[in-house]
């Protein structure tokens, strides 16, 4: 029985591994080398893209003692990749948004941030962003003070750095999941309950080191 339930963590593992050097190795890129936003997110398709030409050259040796062709399993590793990457990236369903602005704010995200969503998405599709890009004015207008610092706002890479998700209505387990998993793929992570509860993510910029 023991035995049984190591193969299962190992095979989840060796599932989830391609996905956690995706986001995870993009997020490296961006904090240690200051990559420009595409570059990053393809530095970690490449990571992402060998783990499953490893994958592939093992199952068909395995299978048939043989390599085959490694350009071929490479260019399919890094096809399966771009192919899941890009429509997380570019697409965000009304059903995960809280309004209709919110859906066009998704693409001024970072793209790092955008895939990190567009994954967990596919876990929790029933997760909804409540906020992405602001404006100083918007601060303002509920109330609170203008924040000089505010990864909502974009970015001198023209991007925005930070959303917020919603947490009212779920359980407890399910929210700290949810915060587990961003921070374990290297964001930065808030409780928020000012502007009603949510749960702040944001990425790393090098133009606000301190901002979150």
């Known amino acids: 029985m023991r035995n049984f339930i190591f193969k299962i963590i190992k095979l989840v593992f060796l599932f989830l591994l391609p996905f956690i050097v995706l986001i995870r190795g993009a997020v490296y890129l961006h904090e240690n080398y200051r990559l420009y936003a595409w570059f990053s997110l393809l530095g970690g398709m490449l990571m992402s893209a ?48 809280k309004h209709p602005e919110v859906k066009k704010e998704f693409s001024s995200l970072h793209p790092i941030l955008r895939l990190g969503i567009g994954t967990i998405i596919f876990l929790d599709n029933d997760l909804v962003l409540t906020d992405a890009e602001r404006q100083p004015e918007d601060y303002k207008k509920m109330g609170l003070k203008t924040k000089k610092h505010s990864l909502h706002y974009i970015q001198k890479d023209g991007y925005a750095h930070a959303v917020d998700i919603r947490v009212n ?33 944001s990425l790393r910029s090098r133009d606000r080191p301190g901002g979150i």
């Open 50 to 97: 060998a783990i499953l030409f490893l994958y592939f050259v093992f199952i068909q040796g395995s299978m048939t003692g043989k390599t085959g062709s490694l350009k071929r399993k490479s260019w399919l590793a890094f096809t399966l990749v771009a192919a899941y990457c890009f429509p997380s990236v570019l697409y965000l369903s009304a059903a995960n948004a």
């Open 169 to 201: 209505g779920r359980s407890a387990v399910r929210n700290w999941l949810l915060k587990l998993y961003f921070k374990s793929m290297g964001f930065n992570t808030l409780r928020h309950v000012g502007t009603g509860d949510h749960l702040h993510v």
